[in-house]
């Protein structure tokens, strides 16, 4: 009978060890797994400050070309074939900035960013882009994901009339 109660405190005393290994491997586990959480949300977070900046950065670039075509317009003698390719130029800074946009919208969208947060943020961003550049978001855009995110938001579309819901993010009140 000593023996075999030998063995049973053996037994038990190694199931109680390899318990509380496994535990120990399970809070490593966890902890590990924190600080994988917290590396991807300060990746998450670089990604964006990344976007802002590349943002405005190309926001800047037409507001440059904007101001070279007033410089070109604005000479006593205008060169006219100047004055066209500064106008190409910033049809490309046009394009290039609102692609970087229509992606933005296109990655609240699919939720890859938190909406809750840059509706509050972007909102008037995106009111102000459409105000400002109508004929970029007229009927067959390829700005889709930026005319939707507008309907979504409740955002006024110049020609489109106003979004009422996202459910009818592909058709709005007409306002002629």
């Given at each position: 009978m000593t023996e075999a109660s030998a063995a049973d405190w053996l037994d038990?005393?190694?199931?109680?060890?390899?318990?509380?290994?496994?535990?120990?491997?399970?809070?490593?586990?966890?902890?590990?797994?924190?600080?994988?959480?917290?590396?991807?949300?300060?990746?998450?977070?670089?990604?964006?400050l990344t976007l802002e900046i590349e943002m405005n950065?190309?926001?800047?670039?037409?507001?440059?070309?904007?101001?070279?075509i007033r410089r070109l317009r604005n000479n006593p003698q205008p060169n006219n074939r100047e004055i066209l390719i500064a106008w190409d130029f910033l049809g490309g800074c046009i394009e290039d900035w609102l692609n970087l946009v229509d992606r933005m919208a296109y990655c609240i969208l699919k939720k890859y960013l938190r909406e809750k947060d840059f509706k509050t943020e972007y909102r008037k961003?995106?009111?102000?882009?459409?105000?400002?550049?109508?004929?970029?978001?007229?009927?067959?855009?390829?700005?889709?994901?930026?005319?939707?995110?507008?309907?979504?938001?409740?955002?006024?579309?110049?020609?489109?009339?106003?979004?009422?819901?996202?459910?009818?993010a592909m058709r709005t009140t007409d306002t002629t």
């Amino acid at each position: 009978m000593t023996e075999a109660s030998a063995a049973d405190w053996l037994d038990a005393w190694g199931s109680i060890l390899g318990a509380v290994a496994a535990l120990g491997a399970l809070a490593l586990a966890a902890r590990q797994l924190r600080g994988l959480v917290r590396q991807l949300k300060q990746s998450n977070f670089t990604s964006l400050l990344t976007l802002e900046i590349e943002m405005n950065a190309r926001k800047q670039r037409v507001e440059e070309a904007v101001r070279e075509i007033r410089r070109l317009r604005n000479n006593p003698q205008p060169n006219n074939r100047e004055i066209l390719i500064a106008w190409d130029f910033l049809g490309g800074c046009i394009e290039d900035w609102l692609n970087l946009v229509d992606r933005m919208a296109y990655c609240i969208l699919k939720k890859y960013l938190r909406e809750k947060d840059f509706k509050t943020e972007y909102r008037k961003y995106f009111e102000r882009l459409v105000a400002r550049n109508p004929e970029h978001f007229k009927s067959g855009t390829v700005y889709n994901n930026i005319v939707i995110l507008c309907h979504r938001w409740g955002i006024h579309m110049p020609g489109r009339g106003v979004a009422v819901g996202y459910e009818n993010a592909m058709r709005t009140t007409d306002t002629t």
